[in-house]
């Protein structure tokens, strides 16, 4: 599905709900500052271990993850739920299927996250959630397909249903109360793992339903929900369509900076790839300057992009809505 299809689809269904006020060219009074954060989803909200390491991105002590530039931006703390924070968030979790993207039935998904949340916590007036997933599911399936266990039609109905289970998701916590931002995925087909498989095509297709289904499903719930259009702000070069008046470009959006090869599953395109959750400032491509780079991994993002994408979400869409 072109992108632009997609948004003009989306704002058509969208613009009588105060969710997509700031896209329609509206505006809502601002009453909601948020108290407490708390993020759930994959390996693109992972905040690491109890010391930050781990992430999927450059591991290099900056603050690289759109939840956290968030977090910053609200002057609220977030941390792993490992070190006693908020942020419940698995690298390669998937949404509601097991097991994760590197095989690991272990890694819980977003529905036991958000479990593990109404079971531990109570819901405090000021919440905020900040939740993304749907990358891990979209790996699954397109290995799925390339081992020749699925057709192309049925990854693409895979993933129309993940982006609905997130919906669900997003339904659970809204009930519950809480203010829920929810971004979707960007386009796996722009990714350097989409060019060296050559499933360009595919991929942007799998996660253009992905997007469709969850946004189809959250569409009723504006009062309280927003959603973070990721795809825009993650390589949209020669996209003039979708191109955002504020996106930064990066120097290469081809090749990963990192150099970190795992030689397990790592993120879940193979084997003897690179892990951007092994990735520091000591593992990167030599002479790189990590800035200029889009992409850490085959499929991750670099701390410049996940900055970008935390500006992008408080500035663009809580900012002017809340």
Request: proline residues 5%; aromatic residues 8%.
């Amino acid at each position: 599905m072109p992108a632009f299809w997609l948004r003009r689809t989306v704002l058509v269904l969208a613009c009588a709900s105060t969710a997509w006020l700031a896209a329609c060219g509206s505006s809502v009074e601002k009453a909601f500052q948020p108290q407490r954060l708390i993020a759930f989803g994959d390996s693109m909200a992972y905040l690491g271990n109890a010391a930050g390491q781990g992430r999927y991105t450059v591991n290099d002590g900056s603050v690289n993850n759109w939840t956290l530039q968030v977090a910053q931006r609200y002057n609220r703390p977030l941390a792993p739920s490992a070190a006693g924070g908020l942020s419940f968030a698995q690298g390669n979790a998937r949404v509601s299927a097991k097991p994760d993207a590197a095989g690991n039935p272990a890694t819980a998904t977003v529905v036991e996250q958000v479990d593990q949340f109404f079971a531990t916590q109570s819901v405090q007036p000021g919440d905020m959630v900040m939740l993304s997933a749907g990358t891990a599911d979209l790996i699954v399936g397109m290995r799925a397909v390339l081992a020749g266990s699925q057709s192309q039609a049925q990854y693409l109905a895979q993933a129309g249903q993940a982006g609905a289970d997130l919906a669900a998701q997003v339904q659970r916590l809204y009930d519950a109360g809480m203010h829920v931002v929810v971004a979707g995925v960007y386009r796996l087909g722009r990714t350097p793992w989409a060019s060296a498989l050559g499933q360009e095509a595919l991929l942007t297709s799998a996660s253009d339903e992905f997007n469709k289904q969850l946004l189809l499903k959250i569409e009723p719930l504006g009062e309280r929900v927003r959603y973070i259009e990721m795809a825009g702000y993650v390589n949209p070069i020669n996209d003039t369509y979708h191109r955002p008046w504020n996106y930064i470009g990066f120097a290469n959006s081809k090749d990963p900076v990192c150099a970190s090869v795992d030689p397990g599953a790592g993120i879940g395109t193979g084997p003897n790839q690179v892990n951007s959750a092994l990735c520091t400032s000591a593992t990167l491509v030599p002479g790189a300057d990590v800035n200029a780079y889009e992409f850490a991994d085959q499929v991750y993002v670099s701390p410049a992009s996940q900055r970008q994408l935390g500006e992008h979400a408080y500035n663009d869409v809580l900012r002017e809505t809340w």
